[in-house]
T-cell receptor, first 114, second 111 residues
Framework: EAGVTQFPSHSVIEKGQTVTLRCDPISGHDNLYWYRRVMGKEIKFLLHFVKESKQDESGMPNNRFLAERTGGTYSTLKVQPAELEDSGVYFC????????????FGEGSWLTVV | GESVGLHLPTLSVQEGDNSIINCAYSNSASDYFIWYKQESGKGPQFIIDIRSNMDKRQGQRVTVLLNKTVKHLSLQIAATQPGDSAVYFCAENEAGNQFYFGTGTSLTVIP
């Protein structure tokens, strides 16, 4: 069974440009999460989908970040326009049930904004 | 949000020794905890979990201890190997809420 997959694995963009990150969760997992880790800091929650609905987006830093999960399958996270402080690793995770159950992470999308 | 912290940001151990990684959490209502291992260039990988109705759980070479009184979690790795070198994160979860992670502890195993 395939795990959580993310694309691209690495991305270097200029300040002001747009980047779209994609996540394919484990098949059958209704819960999909986006997290971010800035260098040397904790892994921070961004948002949580249940199927195609945003259950909790309290961690989204600002309106330059837009997440979608059309059809309840894969998800995209778009950053537009990107700023220097957006650099970091964006992790996607999925789980069959929300809360009290293991969430499985992808390898991450490493974003560098220059 | 809740804060989850680690006592030591870095830890170096000799190969073959036991490692202990500590984690303090602040939400007394958290009832589920996970330890993750993140190797360089990879995503966090599940190691072991524990629920609040337990104070100890053992896996293969790893043991997690939970002290709810002082809100402390630890991960013990027996006979540490070079492949154990990674950043270790603890994560806490309160029913119905999101997981909160600490900053991680970087474990280096010296051959």
């Amino acid at each position: 069974e395939a795990g959580v997959t993310q694309f691209p694995s690495h991305s270097v963009i200029e300040k002001g440009q747009t980047v779209t990150l994609r996540c394919d969760p484990i098949s059958g997992h209704d819960n999909l999460y986006w997290y971010r880790r800035v260098m040397g800091k904790e892994i921070k929650f961004l948002l949580h989908f249940v199927k195609e609905s945003k259950q909790d987006e309290s961690g989204m830093p600002n309106n330059r970040f837009l997440a979608e999960r059309t059809g309840g399958t894969y998800s995209t996270l778009k950053v537009q326009p990107a700023e220097l402080e957006d650099s970091g690793v964006y992790f996607c995770a999925s789980s069959q049930y929300h809360s009290g159950n293991t969430i499985y992470f992808g390898e991450g999308s490493w974003l560098t904004v220059v | 949000g809740e804060s989850v912290g680690l006592h030591l940001p870095t830890l170096s151990v000799q190969e073959g020794d036991n490692s202990i990684i500590n984690c303090a959490y602040s939400n007394s209502a958290s009832d589920y905890f996970i330890w993750y291992k993140q190797e360089s260039g990879k995503g966090p990988q599940f190691i072991i979990d524990i629920r609040s109705n337990m104070d100890k759980r053992q896996g293969q070479r790893v043991t997690v201890l939970l002290n709810k009184t002082v809100k402390h979690l630890s991960l013990q790795i027996a006979a540490t190997q070079p492949g154990d070198s990674a950043v270790y994160f603890c994560a806490e979860n309160e029913a119905g809420n999101q997981f909160y992670f600490g900053t991680g502890t970087s474990l280096t195993v010296i051959p």
